[in-house]
């Protein structure tokens, strides 16, 4: 119903209409196209106007438009050419329904840094030191870059224990300024861990560095079909990684750049950090120097072969013997488990090193870490089937559940 009335010496117009079976009566000036007012705030009156979707519209129809297969030759994942934009925060856990439609999580890891050896002899100098193989890309076809390739690995000392845990980054031999190898540790131990470098450097001809320009990203999927609606390939620029992590399928990819991880990934959305370290401690991968202390950790307990860390074919390496004996003896009494609490837990949570019960209270193995009910323990094997639980400090018993992931080798499952 429309009337005409005046108003201020304008011609207005009056209009009544229905929306979400609510009547509405809406002025507006005539020479202007009729907007409800409910649509002016949005649908239900909550929602932003429809004019501020505008951008958020465009930048989708450019991811869709850039997504590899799409957009034709112009995407050509030139990760430092990317331009920057914000993305807003997201805390929603991975694989729940995201209504932005991401298909991407990055998380910025703080904790993680990046530490470049190069050299002549960097190559060599690394396998006398690493418990696995290094990753080396072959040198570039004409003006084509070849893919980036990653290898976990740790270090160990003469006993033969975790020191530091390590992702290594084989850099493309075209790139002479980016020649060499990038090593992802944990950042409190940099500074050890360079000091370990140079004490078996000596005479070779090898450089380390710190990269502190560049971040560390983990890009897991927020979507089960997520490789299929907005699949990544492997590249290296002179600015950015973007690889495989080479531990697990499970732990998705791993990102080095100098800009924001999520404007460098199709359809992705800023990820909290706490639910990265959720994902990492339910799928039971250990990372950093809470769940690996230097000189405590054993490789093979902390599952170091499963997680694609070691080479029994390469040649040696400090701390080799007692790692090699063990893998070819095949006695493997405890393992770290992923495990759930359950139960009134204390306010600064478990400390590490906690000891695990069983129901008879015989120790079972010790809590390593963890974030609130889910977290690292090291476990008997023969243990882990019957009822666990640790006692805090308040005389309070917390369950323990531990669980076999399902990414371990089927013969371990059923050990």
Sequence with gaps: MRSAAPMGGSAWLRRQTRHHGKRILTRTRSARPFLPAAAARGRCGACPPAASLLPKMAVAALLRGAAPGRGGPTWRW???????RRLAHSSSRLGGDHADG????CFLLDERSLLRVRGPDAAPFLLGLLTNELPLPGPGVGAATPPARAAYAHFLNVQGRTLYDVILYGLPECAEAASGFFLECDSSVLGALQKHLALYKIRR???????PEL?????LP????ADQAA?????AEATAILTRDPRTACMGWRLLTQEQGPALVPRARLGDLQDYHAHRYQQGIPEGVRDL?????????????FMNGVSFTKGCYIGQELTTRTHHMGVIRKRLFPV???GPLPAGGVGPGTAVLTASGQAAGRFRAGQGNVGLALLRLEKIKGPLHIRTSESDQVAVTASVPDWWPMASKQS
């Design 78 to 84: 030139r990760l430092h050419a990317a331009p920057r």
């Design 102 to 105: 991401a298909a991407w999580a």
């Design 205 to 211: 001809k090898v450089t380390m560095e710190p990269r």
């Design 215 to 219: 971040r560390v990203w983990a890009v």
């Design 222 to 225: 927020s979507a089960p079909q």
């Design 231 to 235: 699949p990544l390939q492997e590249r």
């Design 293 to 305: 202390p230097p000189g405590v950790a054993l490789p093979l307990e902390s599952n170091l072969a």
């Design 340 to 342: 759930r609490l359950t």
